[in-house]
């Protein structure tokens, strides 16, 4: 029997946001970054939610952020991640993307989350998501902290590369296999594989996506994967409570009522 897998972008396919800028605040608090490194990445992130990032720009803060990573402790930028991935990326999970990801896991198929953000960031969601396996930029590290230097960059054809490594591997039949993005620096990706789908595509990913006869979707509903506050106690136990109570009142009055022995 032959095995198929399904092959997710993860920002703008599966969250609403940017994985590699959306823990830019807990990274400030944390004291690896500045105020002013902080509105930078905010800007590029308001740059990629709207599209306007190009090529360019997006390598740009590639090298940007591959700079700013010298030095830190690995250790410590698991643990923000970790604690934070509540509040910064479950919120923003596309529910369309969920059901999707659902569906797959039904039909037998591993799910890998493929994403040019860092592994530190993207193996915590796609646990989060229960992905089988992930893709991901690799940065080197020395003695537990970050060089700057990338070891492995997933991005453009190199997600394609690793795509058909981790095919051979895994024993997946790339023809009968599915891959979904946004961008189309993923063009590489999508054409590995025998179903392609763009997802929230812009003009030019639509015009390539009519050219290869791929479908197009929308996912338009950020949904919280758990809810923020913990759902409310069950009412019965509460009347139980309130009954014995109502029974220890009635009790005490009662023997109150009743005259003392002499």
């Known amino acids: 029997m032959t095995r198929a897998a399904a092959f997710f972008d993860l920002d703008k396919t599966i969250i609403a946001t940017s994985s590699a800028t959306a823990f830019s605040r807990p990274f400030f608090a944390g004291g690896l970054i ?22 360019d720009q997006t390598e740009r803060l590639r090298a940007h952020l591959s700079s700013l990573v010298a030095g830190w402790d690995v250790a410590q930028v698991s643990s923000i991640v970790s604690e934070t991935l509540h509040l910064h990326i479950e919120p923003s999970v596309y529910a369309e993307a969920v059901a999707l990801i659902d569906e797959h896991h039904a039909a037998g198929r591993d799910v890998v989350i493929v994403s040019a953000s860092g592994a530190e960031v993207v193996e915590p969601i ?26 492995f960059y997933a991005y453009g054809e190199n997600k394609a590369t690793a795509v058909r490594e981790l095919a051979e591997q895994q024993g997946y039949d790339l023809a009968e296999s599915y891959a979904y993005s946004d961008s189309g620096t993923d063009l590489p990706m999508l054409e590995t594989v025998g179903h392609a789908t763009v997802v929230n595509p812009d003009r030019a990913l639509r015009r390539l996506a ?32 309130v009954v014995v109570a109502a029974a220890l009142v009635v009790i005490l009055v009662r023997r109150r009522g009743r005259p003392r022995s002499s």
């Open 34 to 55: 500045t105020r002013r490194d902080v509105l930078r990445t905010a800007y590029a992130q308001f740059l990629f939610l709207v599209g306007g990032a190009d090529a």
């Open 126 to 151: 796609a646990a989060l998501l229960g992905a089988d396996h992930v893709i991901a930029t690799r940065m080197e590290i020395v003695d537990g902290r970050y060089t700057g230097e990338i070891a």
């Open 210 to 241: 009519v050219e290869h006869g791929w479908d197009a979707r929308r996912f338009v509903r950020p949904v919280a994967l758990r809810p923020a506050f913990p759902p409310p106690q069950r009412t019965v136990p509460v009347l139980a409570l």
